[in-house]
Each structure stands twice: as C-alpha cells, then as structure tokens.
C-alpha cells in the first residue's frame, strides 16, 4: 500500500492515477550508452583503465540520475484532491482541494507533442503547482476538469437541498 492510498480520507476514491512517462529517463539512458560506447573502441595499458573507469563512472551516474529523476514520484486525482508526492528517502508531498483549483494548464515541447507526455500545471489562489512528465497531459487535464465540474454540481445540488429546507422551515 502507497502514500497515496494511506492518505485517503473518509469516503475519498482515486479516479484516476497519471503515468510518468519514460522520457524522464532519458538524460540517464544517454550518460548509459555513453559509458557503453566507451568500450567499443578498445585501447591497451594505462588507457584501458582508464576507459574502464570513465564507463563504470558514467553508468553510475546513469543509475543515480535515474533514480533521481523519478525520486519515487506519484500522482493520483480522486474525488476530492489532487495528491501529488516525490521522495524517496525525504517525502514532499502536496495535496490540492479540487474546490480551490481554479485553473488547469498544460505544456508541452515539441518532443513532448511527439511522445505525447507534458506538464500540467494547477492554479489554486496565488500558487501554480506542477506535475512533470505526465504520460498523455490532455487526459490527465481532461480527468482534473470533470472532477471539478462533478464536485461543484454536487456543491449546487446540496446547496439548492439547504435552501429548499430553510424555506420549508419557515412556512
């Protein structure tokens, strides 16, 4: 069981869990096959060593800078909240109300387009909070606003109830 579903309130359910997309790999995959091609061009003495070295280097740096890239990343939308938490020795986590968002935004790069993977920022007051590599952004934003359209219909549908019973009351 994750962060995500311990920090579920009463009568709250995920509807939807946003993948990360393999691109925020891809800076580590490039350090990797570096390191890998190193080796292709094989020296003698001193300098093979030394070659060795630069591609087990470079390969470690790979491992970590993966690591680091998803730094245990998770995002999830239920009814009520958009739960975002990254960490994995440290936990940061950020839990939005869906009543104070305001506004959605997505943004993508050219390569972004290509692959299909973005960032989406959310509103609330003053704050802008973003949530990286979303695999298919369009989705994810899509998922945001009929979740805030769905809370605020059931806000109306209740607030309609309040006052229909206020006014019977006073009949």
Known sequence: MGYIDKSLMEGERVVYRPRLHSAIYWRSASLAVLGILLLVFPTEGTLFHLQ?????????????????????????????????????????????????????QIKQTMLGRIFNYGTVYVTTGEATNSFEYIQDPIVFSTKIHQMIDALKASESVSYTHLRAHETLRYL
């Open 52 to 104: 060795i070295a630069a591609c087990l280097l470079l390969v470690l740096f790979a491992v970590l800078g993966s690591v680091s890239a998803n730094g245990g990343r998770q995002y999830a939308l239920t009814n009520k909240r958009i739960i975002a938490k990254k960490g994995i020795i440290e936990r940061n986590s950020l839990e939005l109300m869906l009543r104070k968002c305001e506004g959605v």
